[in-house]
């Protein structure tokens, strides 16, 4: 069984920032892409940035510039650094990895979601 878990969201005035950290555990042999989604309410989940095994990054253009995406394998952990954040940043958080188990099986996981919400 793989996991995601999620930590680091919350309330922040407009100008701060947050770090979110996303924990993967169980049965790993390897993972290869990571990623942070968002949804705002009644909006469609839409990809942040993401990172792969190897470092290499992308991100929205609207959050480029203020967030940093990163990853330390040891840990199994990815991380998301926001900056000079706006009201407009306001959404449930997602981490997403895709994963290849002991088992040989290969999948798509997410974490649970956390909230941030940026103040004006």
């Known amino acids: 069984q793989v996991q995601l878990v999620e930590s680091g969201g919350g309330l922040v005035q407009a100008g701060g920032s947050l770090r979110l950290s996303c924990a993967a555990s169980?049965?790993?042999?390897?993972?290869?892409?990571m990623g942070w989604y968002r949804q705002a309410p009644g909006k469609q989940r839409e990809l942040v940035a993401a990172?792969?095994?190897?470092?290499?990054?992308n991100y929205a253009d609207s959050v480029k510039g203020r967030f940093t995406i990163s990853r330390d394998n040891a840990k199994n952990t990815v991380y998301l650094q926001m900056n000079s954040l706006k009201p407009e940043d306001t959404a449930v958080y997602y981490c997403?990895?895709?994963?290849?188990?002991?088992?040989?099986?290969?999948?798509?996981?997410w974490g649970q979601g956390t909230q941030v919400t940026v103040s004006s």
């Open positions: 990172i792969t095994s190897g470092g290499s990054t």
């Open positions: 997403n990895a895709n994963i290849r188990a002991k088992t040989g099986w290969s999948n798509n996981y």
């Open positions: 169980g049965s790993i042999f390897s993972i290869n892409n």
